[in-house]
């Protein structure tokens, strides 16, 4: 499982090349949604589609109902959705007992789930497959694809600041445990601000993988260590010789194994990751838990140093490996359990969703599929952008003009790269004051584009009344979750190109940027530039200093040690 990486571009000063690449990444730094499916596919030789739901006259009514953090839109009989909403609540509560709410990341756009009877299955996506058959054999015979066609059975797509799941419900089954899946865990961790550390986020992904739901409990089984060949030999000898990573280079901030070396290398990482933290929340030494959680938090915001680790489990780097190792035999053998509290879910308010809700939530569901179908089967692109248009703009020609789904309908023509309807929409739901951060940034971007055609300011630069409405979008977007870089990158790139000195608000703003993602070393060479041609040295210092503990590579260390060079009496 890859894990989402830092841009790793570096960035000119203030050069005009420099800024051109600036703009160049910001067209692509997260305007483009991003999709995880939520169930791996089983066979290199199935091609699965998400599901295209065409509107049927005999199909059930959609009903809706809301609670804490997520909508649910529901075409199931009535208890089944309540089952289902309530199941989906425990496996939320209960994912706390293992991973603190501080720890998720913060989304001010509600999760929405749409569940679908698996009745109605047979007749979803048929038009479409049956397509995709009929292109197969109008294809050379030496030249057709021989997958298998078939529904996703659940998905979880992705947008830059919202998610959104698919699931199928069999109604002539008893109820099942409903669980979190490892994508949905990465998801919210790797989304959370400020970052956590790399090895942290794919550790806990391992780790995961050995966790168990119960009714009311989360149970995390023995693992597996390297190959069952070195599990079962260490079961049979606890002494069984094994390699083990120092622990330094394990929680290095800038980890040294990447997707370049060699696969056993990788895994040892990330094992010895998880291992760490399985050893760390061990309940048999249930203090040993505070200590480890206030290190991840150091470890967010503060470079990794031996002294913050003696700190938090008051032994040494070296002194922890042995324990690591010690305690590799119990991880192979033994479970823990995390006991949930008693829950005791919210009344679930079910009525009948409006023809509002149905377009927005279903309509921004089909418009995350299309990235899916993109990369899976472009020829059938256009079925699926077609579908998602329809879906939304029925409602919206209906006379709906809920906020939020005037910003899908912007999001959908940013997608499908049509700028003059996104902003006719983008424009209206902001106005209303949406709740979607991507909504104010794309709007950003697309009023930036038009400034920078015909700079008002001096030397060909913007003029502070030609920013400040773009940055006041953006500032928009940064109270709202999840906090974004692209945001923040684009409020320094914005500075770069503005003839006008930011103001000393506009300078915090933009080295809290460079704290809350220290990965994005283009957010801190920004910040640290401004602080330095304003007078701020000593804070541009103490960022530069912050950007080295972090870079991840030498040309970003290249990049802060150019900048030390621009400060008074540097060496």
């Keep these: 499982m890859k894990l989402r990486r830092p841009s790793q571009t570096i960035y000119g000063l203030a050069s005009n090349a420099g800024l051109a690449l600036i703009f160049a990444v910001l067209g692509a730094c997260g305007a483009r949604l991003a999709a995880e499916e939520s169930t791996p596919a089983t066979s290199e030789r199935i091609v699965e589609l998400p599901p295209l739901l065409v509107e049927e006259s005999k199909a059930p009514p959609w009903h809706y109902v809301a609670v804490t953090g997520a909508e649910f839109l529901s075409r199931c009989k009535d208890d089944t959705t309540e089952e289902f909403v309530c199941g989906w609540l425990r496996a939320q509560d209960l994912l ?54 078939g529904v996703m059975p659940n998905m979880r797509l992705n947008d830059r600041d919202a998610w959104a799941s698919f699931v199928f419900l069999d109604e002539k089954r008893a109820p099942e445990i409903i669980t979190c899946t490892s994508y949905h865990v990465l998801f919210v961790l790797d989304m959370r601000t400020p970052q956590l550390p790399p090895w942290f986020i794919s550790g806990f992904v391992q780790l995961f993988e050995d966790v168990e739901f119960l009714r009311d409990a989360l149970r995390v089984n023995p693992t597996r260590w390297l190959s069952d060949e070195t599990t079962k030999a260490i079961l049979l000898d606890p002494d069984f010789p094994r390699a083990l990573l120092p622990m330094q280079e394990l929680l290095a901030t800038a980890p040294r194994i990447t997707d370049k070396d060699p696969d056993w290398q990788r895994q040892l990482w990330r094992s010895q990751a998880a291992l760490f933290i399985r050893w760390a929340l061990d309940k048999k030494a249930p203090q040993r838990a505070a200590g480890f959680w206030k290190f991840v938090s150091r470890t967010c915001t503060e470079p990794l140093t031996e002294a913050l680790f003696q700190e938090c489990f008051g032994m040494d780097f070296a002194d922890a490996r042995d324990r690591l190792s010690d305690y590799l035999p119990t991880a192979l053998r033994q479970s823990q359990l995390f006991p949930g509290e008693k829950f005791t879910p919210p009344p679930i308010k079910l ?15 089909e418009r995350l599929e299309i990235g899916y179908v993109q990369r899976r089967f472009p020829a059938l692109v256009e079925k699926y952008r077609d579908q998602a248009q329809h879906t939304l703009e029925r409602s919206y020609n209906l006379g709906a003009r809920d906020p939020r789904l005037q910003a899908a309908l912007g999001l959908f023509h940013c997608d499908t790269k049509n700028p003059a309807m996104a902003r006719e929409y983008l424009e209206a739901a902001v106005a209303a004051r949406v709740t979607r951060p991507r909504a104010y940034y794309e709007l950003a971007q ?16 913007l003029s502070g009344a030609q920013a400040a409405p773009i940055l006041e979008l953006l500032l928009t977007a940064r109270a709202q979750s999840p906090q974004l870089p692209e945001i923040y990158l684009l409020i320094g790139a914005i500075w770069e190109r503005c003839a006008d000195a930011p103001t000393a608000y506009h300078l915090a703003i933009m080295e809290e940027g460079a704290r809350l993602f220290p990965r994005h070393p283009s957010l801190g060479a920004l910040a640290a530039l401004q602080l330095i041609r304003n007078g701020q040295t000593d804070r541009a210092a103490a960022l530069i200093d912050f950007g080295l503990s972090f870079a991840l590579v030498p040309e970003s260390r290249a990049l802060f040690e150019k900048l030390r060079s621009f400060l008074p009496h540097a060496p």
């Excluded at 913060?106 to 749409?114: A, D, E, F, K, R």
């Excluded at 009525?351 to 569901?365: F, M, N, Q």
């Excluded at 697309?446 to 630069?461: F, H, I, Q």
């Design 96 to 149: 706390k007992r293992i991973l603190p709410p501080e720890f998720h990341c913060q989304m001010s756009v509600p999760h929405t789930l749409l569940l679908y009877s698996q009745s109605l299955k047979s007749s979803v996506s048929r038009e479409v497959i049956n397509e995709m058959v009929a292109q197969e054999r109008q294809r050379p015979k030496a030249r057709r694809r021989p997958d298998a066609i």
């Design 446 to 461: 697309l009023y930036l584009r038009e400034v920078l055609a015909a700079p008002a300011g001096t030397n060909g630069k």
């Design 351 to 365: 009525r009948p969703a409006t023809d509002s809700e149905i377009a927005r939530i279903k309509g921004d569901w």
